[in-house]
């Protein structure tokens, strides 16, 4: 499984970008599609996630903010990132769960597969 993401750049605070990722399989069989995060001194984080029904999950900091949509028709998933904050600066990873996972909340989920990372830079 190959996942190839694009999107990412540099804003300034209150700003938008938008990631978006293609598998190379059909990811209607992943569990879980999501979008993690590396910042600069922090510990990697589950940002966004949807599951193959559609249930997405954003973790606290983003909530109101970012938007995270799948479409099995194209094996892609999308992170919509509005309002953006300096502490949103890092490098976002594309990242994808099999079905082992489908019974695990998304934030419990082995995220198996992972893209390369695109950097997003938010300046104040």
């Known amino acids: 499984v190959q996942l190839q993401a694009s999107g990412g750049g540099s804003v300034q605070a209150g700003g938008s970008l938008s990631l978006s990722c293609v598998a190379s399989v059909d990811s209607s069989l992943m569990s879980f599609l999501g979008w993690h995060r590396q910042a600069p001194g922090k510990q990697r984080e589950l940002v966004a996630s949807?599951?193959?029904?559609?249930?997405?999950y954003l973790v606290v900091s983003v909530k109101g903010r970012f938007t995270v949509s799948r479409d099995n028709a194209k094996n892609s998933v999308y992170l919509q990132m509005d309002s953006l904050k300096p502490d949103d600066t890092g490098v976002y990873f594309c990242?994808?769960?099999?079905?082992?996972?489908?019974?695990?909340?998304?934030?419990?989920?082995?995220?198996?597969?992972w893209g390369q990372g695109t950097l997003v830079t938010v300046s104040s």
């Open positions: 990242t994808a769960a099999s079905v082992q996972s489908a019974y695990a909340p998304p934030y419990r989920a082995k995220y198996d597969w």
């Open positions: 949807v599951s193959r029904a559609g249930v997405t």
